[in-house]
């Protein structure tokens, strides 16, 4: 056991949190300082908790510094939208959220929910209220907390995926921070003097790291259960739910040339009964609130205090705490992490219509008007919006005397976009030029580089074959590349590592085959991989299953091996 020296210091965040007065910091006075766009470097690690992070417009950080001007400094907001469903009339007023407030456009995230960029200081408290004003928030959706809670997506989709978002919702609800100053802060509410509040859950230093949580209804990986910290898999009799497997330990986050950091897949360590899975939920957290690392916020996610200690330390834990045994795992078994798009039917005569959305971007392009279209949706419809784990949207539970209405508005305003399989399968993260982290493009260009490889797949005879293609502008790994069976990973500008070799529904990590390199060694590198594949493969066997069999790559099965 590896575990972290306690007599260690804290990290600067965790001094920063200790200080904070249960996330209040001075973070209101900066918000009404004239003498800045930005508000104090403190107060940025406590406004993640409040469900936003600080930005600046990269694309002009070096024209302003020429000019001794401060940087561009903005805001991105996100909302907390468990199981990322939300009503018309709160589609509308996110839509008018993003118009008055921000740049324009709706970011869905890969997380199933909405994302806001480009609000400046002055718009960021009406923006916060706005949001507030439909019914959402934003609490804990960044920070050292739980965020946003996944649930396969579309609760109208089955009585699984109803039970699916339930979960969710009640997840979030219980594990939300009980602090009063998200009120204080943006809704103006009464101040409470922080030392009469207690956090029951996460205590005054709340998490050493984030924490993810998913739940998902086989044969749908579309959660990713295997990349989060925790993840609830339904297992039921026909629509009836009989409980949830439990999966505990996965994430993402890496850092370039650190072999102590790396991805992890989550263990499946038990089963539990319906009533008792909210109490598992706040028990898993509990043992990282308790024995997460405090001192290496690099080593501080619970994928490390799992590895650290070991699976069956943790689960005795776990047990100790609950008062009780986890049952054995059932069987499941999922066959893609990806979405059916277009037309789908649904129960008691509803349809629902899955509207592809290039890397999660709600805006208006030439003759595909996606953002007014939604809109006019939305004002029409009786049913919900259902977002995606894969950056798209559903318009879910369309009456079969709506339907038309529906579709003659996907008609007028050019909604329906044929792509290639591997475009529809693509992820990206937002990157330049707002994110603080990024190292490399990724919105931005991924549409541009598979328009080339779609040339490649096209003249293997591949069209049809889909393929998992994820892309970031750093290691942090937003977009859960490392099980995609191709990965692109930002390095430096115009430069990515290239993985390969993951499972098709995200049940295998991928592996390191090209370090730092640009567009045309990326495509020299996977045009004779894809031609052999094209050659080779046997019937049903994907592209990340092929090249582990076809010796290209080596399965990696745990996290440590990543580097190997």
Same mark, same amino acid.
């Given at each position: 056991?590896?575990?972290?020296?306690?007599?260690?210091?804290?990290?600067?965040?965790?001094?920063?949190?200790?200080?904070?007065?249960?996330?209040?910091?001075?973070?209101?006075?900066?918000?009404?300082?004239?003498?800045?766009?930005?508000?104090?470097?403190?107060?940025?690690?406590?406004?993640?908790?409040?469900?936003?992070?600080?930005?600046?417009?990269?694309?002009?950080?070096?024209?302003?510094?020429?000019?001794?001007?401060?940087?561009?400094?903005?805001?991105?907001?996100?909302?907390?939208?468990?199981?990322?469903?939300?009503?018309?009339?709160?589609?509308?007023?996110?839509?008018?959220?993003?118009?008055?407030?921000?740049?324009?456009?709706?970011?869905?995230?890969?997380?199933?929910?909405?994302?806001?960029?480009?609000?400046?200081?002055?718009?960021?408290?009406?923006?916060?209220?706005?949001?507030?004003?439909?019914?959402?928030?934003?609490?804990?959706?960044?920070?050292?907390?739980?965020?946003?809670?996944?649930?396969?997506?579309?609760?109208?989709?089955?009585?699984?995926?109803?039970?699916?978002?339930?979960?969710?919702?009640?997840?979030?609800?219980?594990?939300?921070?009980?602090?009063?100053?998200?009120?204080?802060?943006?809704?103006?509410?009464?101040?409470?003097?922080?030392?009469?509040?207690?956090?029951?859950?996460?205590?005054?230093?709340?998490?050493?790291?984030?924490?993810?949580?998913?739940?998902?209804?086989?044969?749908?990986?579309?959660?990713?259960?295997?990349?989060?910290?925790?993840?609830?898999?339904?297992?039921?009799?026909?629509?009836?739910?009989?409980?949830?497997?439990?999966?505990?330990?996965?994430?993402?986050?890496?850092?370039?040339?650190?072999?102590?950091?790396?991805?992890?897949?989550?263990?499946?360590?038990?089963?539990?009964?319906?009533?008792?899975?909210?109490?598992?939920?706040?028990?898993?957290?509990?043992?990282?609130?308790?024995?997460?690392?405090?001192?290496?916020?690099?080593?501080?996610?619970?994928?490390?205090?799992?590895?650290?200690?070991?699976?069956?330390?943790?689960?005795?834990?776990?047990?100790?705490?609950?008062?009780?045994?986890?049952?054995?795992?059932?069987?499941?078994?999922?066959?893609?992490?990806?979405?059916?798009?277009?037309?789908?039917?649904?129960?008691?005569?509803?349809?629902?219509?899955?509207?592809?959305?290039?890397? #999660?971007?709600?805006?208006?392009?030439?003759?595909?008007?996606? &953002?007014?279209?939604?809109? *006019?949706? $939305?004002? !029409?419809? =009786?049913?919900?919006?259902?977002?995606?784990?894969?950056?798209?949207?559903?318009?879910?539970?369309?009456?079969?005397?709506?339907?038309?209405?529906?579709?003659?508005?996907?008609?007028?305003?050019?909604?329906?976009?044929?792509?290639?399989?591997?475009?529809?399968?693509?992820?990206?993260?937002?990157?330049?030029?707002?994110?603080?982290?990024?190292?490399?493009?990724?919105?931005?260009?991924?549409?541009?580089?598979?328009?080339?490889?779609?040339?490649?797949?096209?003249?293997?005879?591949?069209?049809?074959?889909?393929?998992?293609?994820?892309?970031?502008?750093?290691?942090?790994?937003?977009?859960?590349?490392?099980?995609?069976?191709?990965?692109?990973?930002?390095?430096?500008?115009?430069?990515?590592?290239?993985?390969?070799?993951? #499972?098709?529904?995200?049940?295998?990590?991928?592996?390191?085959? &090209?370090?730092?390199?640009? *567009?045309? $060694?990326? !495509?020299? =590198?996977?045009?004779?991989?894809?031609?052999?594949?094209?050659?080779?493969?046997?019937?049903?066997?994907?592209?990340?299953?092929?090249?582990?069999?076809?010796?290209?790559?080596?399965?990696?099965?745990?996290?440590?091996?990543?580097?190997?």
């Amino acid at each position: 056991m590896n575990a972290p020296d306690p007599k260690a210091p804290p990290n600067e965040v965790e001094v920063i949190k200790s200080h904070s007065r249960l996330l209040r910091g001075t973070i209101a006075d900066g918000l009404v300082d004239p003498l800045t766009g930005a508000i104090a470097a403190e107060d940025n690690a406590l406004l993640k908790f409040h469900g936003s992070y600080q930005q600046d417009d990269r694309d002009l950080r070096e024209e302003r510094r020429r000019q001794k001007l401060e940087p561009a400094y903005q805001f991105m907001i996100r909302v907390r939208m468990p199981g990322g469903e939300c009503t018309p009339a709160q589609w509308l007023a996110l839509d008018e959220v993003a118009g008055e407030h921000a740049n324009g456009t709706l970011r869905l995230t890969t997380r199933q929910t909405f994302q806001f960029h480009g609000i400046r200081k002055a718009h960021f408290k009406p923006a916060m209220q706005a949001i507030k004003a439909a019914g959402l928030d934003t609490i804990a959706a960044c920070g050292d907390v739980n965020r946003n809670v996944l649930a396969s997506a579309n609760p109208l989709r089955s009585p699984l995926h109803a039970a699916a978002g339930d979960l969710a919702r009640a997840i979030s609800e219980h594990l939300l921070p009980k602090t009063n100053a998200y009120q204080e802060i943006w809704l103006d509410a009464p101040a409470v003097d922080p030392a009469t509040e207690v956090e029951p859950i996460y205590g005054p230093l709340y998490l050493p790291r984030k924490f993810k949580i998913t739940v998902a209804v086989p044969p749908d990986n579309d959660v990713d259960v295997y990349a989060h910290d925790l993840s609830f898999i339904a297992v039921a009799d026909g629509d009836r739910l009989i409980g949830w497997n439990v999966l505990v330990g996965g994430g993402m986050g890496m850092t370039h040339g650190e072999k102590a950091t790396f991805p992890r897949l989550a263990d499946l360590i038990g089963f539990c009964t319906p009533d008792q899975a909210i109490a598992v939920a706040e028990q898993v957290v509990c043992v990282q609130r308790d024995f997460g690392d405090r001192s290496n916020r690099r080593h501080a996610r619970f994928k490390y205090t799992i590895d650290d200690r070991g699976v069956d330390w943790f689960k005795a834990e776990l047990e100790r705490r609950l008062g009780f045994a986890l049952a054995p795992a059932r069987p499941f078994s999922f066959d893609h992490n990806t979405d059916a798009f277009g037309w789908q039917a649904g129960q008691d005569g509803q349809s629902h219509y899955t509207l592809f959305v290039e890397n #999660g971007r709600i805006a208006d392009h030439g003759q595909r008007r996606l &953002r007014t279209g939604l809109r *006019e949706i $939305a004002r !029409i419809h =009786a049913g919900i919006f259902a977002l995606t784990n894969n950056q798209n949207v559903i318009i879910a539970g369309v009456s079969p005397a709506q339907r038309p209405a529906i579709e003659a508005l996907i008609a007028e305003y050019g909604l329906q976009r044929e792509v290639s399989l591997l475009r529809r399968n693509a992820m990206a993260c937002v990157a330049f030029p707002t994110c603080a982290l990024a190292m490399a493009e990724s919105e931005r260009y991924l549409p541009d580089l598979i328009t080339r490889l779609d040339e490649v797949v096209d003249a293997c005879g591949l069209a049809d074959t889909p393929i998992t293609m994820r892309m970031t502008g750093c290691p942090n790994g937003c977009a859960r590349p490392y099980i995609a069976e191709i990965a692109l990973v930002g390095k430096a500008p115009g430069k990515y590592n290239l993985y390969l070799g993951a #499972g098709f529904h995200g049940q295998r990590l991928s592996k390191l085959y &090209r370090e730092n390199i640009g *567009e045309e $060694a990326i !495509i020299e =590198a996977l045009t004779p991989l894809l031609e052999r594949y094209a050659a080779e493969r046997q019937s049903g066997e994907h592209f990340g299953d092929f090249l582990v069999r076809a010796g290209v790559v080596v399965a990696v099965a745990a996290g440590r091996e990543f580097h190997d």
